[in-house]
Nanobody, 123 residues
Framework: QLQASGGGLVEPGGSLKLSCATSGFTLDSYAVGWFRQVPDEARKVVSSVISNGATYYTNSVKGRFTISRDLAQNTVYLQMNSLKPEDTAVYYC???????????????????WGQGTLVTVSS
């Protein structure tokens, strides 16, 4: 199971930290990714941390977002800084076992999904 939290309303330039609490598997065996979706658009990958701890980001968030994980707490975080209005979306976390450096951005490989948390960036 995965449970995302931490969304909210923030002004442009502000920060938010999302959390994805996981259970039923270990983070050193599964990749956990963050995805986001806006109405009438497909869900898109934002970032992922794969089982060996390597991290990946989509270009639009590089340098602004940081993904991390706490193995003891079975939790993955997404620190989002310098937020822009275009970051507004419902954010989801998802987990998959057979995901590596060449497949981290393939949503179809993530088997388990949490509920979304809404991030709104607006003044």
């Amino acid at each position: 199971q995965l449970q995302a939290s931490g969304g909210g309303l923030v002004e442009p330039g502000g920060s938010l930290k999302l959390s994805c609490a996981t259970s039923g598997f270990t983070l050193d065996s599964y990749a956990v990714g963050w995805f986001r979706q806006v109405p009438d658009e497909a869900r898109k990958v934002v970032s992922s941390v794969i089982s060996n701890g390597a991290t990946y980001y989509t270009n639009s968030v590089k340098g602004r977002f940081t993904i991390s994980r706490d193995l003891a707490q079975n939790t993955v975080y997404l620190q989002m800084n310098s937020l822009k209005p275009e970051d507004t979306a419902v954010y989801y976390c998802a987990a998959g076992r057979y995901i590596g450096s060449s497949s981290w951005d393939l949503g179809s490989l993530y088997d388990y999904w949490g509920q979304g948390t809404l991030v709104t960036v607006s003044s």
